[in-house]
């Protein structure tokens, strides 16, 4: 493992440091990324707001990657939102994500110049269990209940669902869209939810591509860089069991 992150770290650094030498990489067109990115154009012409969940996982647990992602879709709708004069109602249900969305959120608008015009209320806990502050936890079922009521009873310009979700949850927060024709963007990495997203999503993202996203909405050398060493990454471990399947079929491993 530590070989595999010192080569890792190798080929980030190189491609990082080549993104910042001006380099391009392409990268495959991804349609719920290409959706999201002219979903604010749609948004500021019907004076609608975007809503966003970020899911039901903290950024200190297991799941922390998938709210990581969901933070950096959260960077790029409120970035709009500041330009656009609609900002988007974030939803979440971890304790622990709500300080940090509210920190992106602010640090964006403080970058614009508009840090007057950010509104900490936008970002919304809910169904938190309020009596286990040592180890916060969330009601799922609650949560998603809770995001029907919003989804059902506002009026917004599209559903945006990235981060970690059970298959309940999921399927119960992406029917109000799906009923009333939203235009719904989202993701997640959970095997058994996968097939929700598909038949839910008008626009979904397939497992692993929830934590792209940093590298095609923001285009950070970062971000690229981090996704071309995934991928070298992806296809040297590849490489290297056809080797040694080709190895030990020959009798010479």
Partial sequence: MLSALLIFLVIFFFAYWAVKRGARFTLRPIAGYDALKGLFARSAEAGLPVHLSLGTAGVSDRFAADTAAALNVLEYLSERGAVSAAPPIVTLAHPTALPVAQDVMRRVYRQLGYPDEFDGTRARLLASDPFNFSTPRTDTFAYAVAAMRLLTQEKLAANVMV???????????????????????????????????????????????????????????????????????????????????????????
Avoid at 175 to 185: F, L, S
Avoid at 212 to 229: D, E, M, N, R, V
């Fill in 163 to 253: 981060g970690h979700f059970g298959e309940g949850t999921f399927l119960l927060m992406s029917e109000p869209g799906a009923q009333r024709g939203m235009i719904q963007i989202g993701g997640t990495s959970a095997p058994e939810v996968l097939p929700f997203v598909h038949a839910t999503m008008t626009h979904p993202l397939i497992g692993e591509e929830i934590y792209a996203g940093g590298a095609y909405l923001s285009g950070k050398p970062a971000h690229i860089g981090s996704l071309f060493a995934q991928d070298a990454m992806r296809w040297l471990l590849v490489a290297g069991m056809v080797s040694a399947v080709l190895l030990r079929t020959l009798g010479l491993f």
